[in-house]
């Protein structure tokens, strides 16, 4: 059993900062990725910004200098520091990890429960 978890969501006013954080826990032998994408109400989910093997980062073009990715792997943990914020921000933000539960296993994705943050203006 895997689980993602994700904390850190809030009310903030624009120009403000958060910090998103986002644990996997349970049988995990290896995992590949972690990232984070958003859905606004009546958007499609999109990505915000995503670390690969710790290693590379991607991040959406309407993050970019703003949103910062980073990763504990001791922790299984990866981190969205989110800085300068606009209403624009606002959304639920869920946190993904692509792992492997056993080192035979082909690598899978789990998704947290999502966690909402509001950007007034």
């Known amino acids: 059993q895997v689980q993602v978890v994700e904390s850190g969501g809030g009310l903030v006013q624009a120009g403000g900062s958060l910090r998103l954080s986002c644990a996997a826990s349970?049988?995990?032998?290896?995992?590949?990725?972690m990232g984070w994408h958003r859905q606004a109400p009546g958007k499609q989910r999109e990505l915000v910004a995503v670390?690969?093997?710790?290693?590379?980062?991607t991040y959406a073009d309407s993050v970019k200098g703003r949103f910062t990715i980073s990763r504990d792997n001791a922790k299984n943990t990866v981190y969205l520091q989110m800085n300068s914020l606009k209403p624009d921000d606002t959304a639920v933000y869920y946190c993904?990890?692509?792992?492997?539960?056993?080192?035979?296993?082909?690598?899978?994705?789990?998704w947290g429960q999502g966690t909402q943050v509001t950007v007034s203006s």
């Open positions: 349970g049988i995990v032998f290896r995992i590949n990725a």
């Open positions: 670390s690969t093997d710790g290693e590379s980062v």
């Open positions: 993904n990890a692509d792992l492997q539960s056993t080192s035979y296993s082909l690598s899978r994705t789990y």
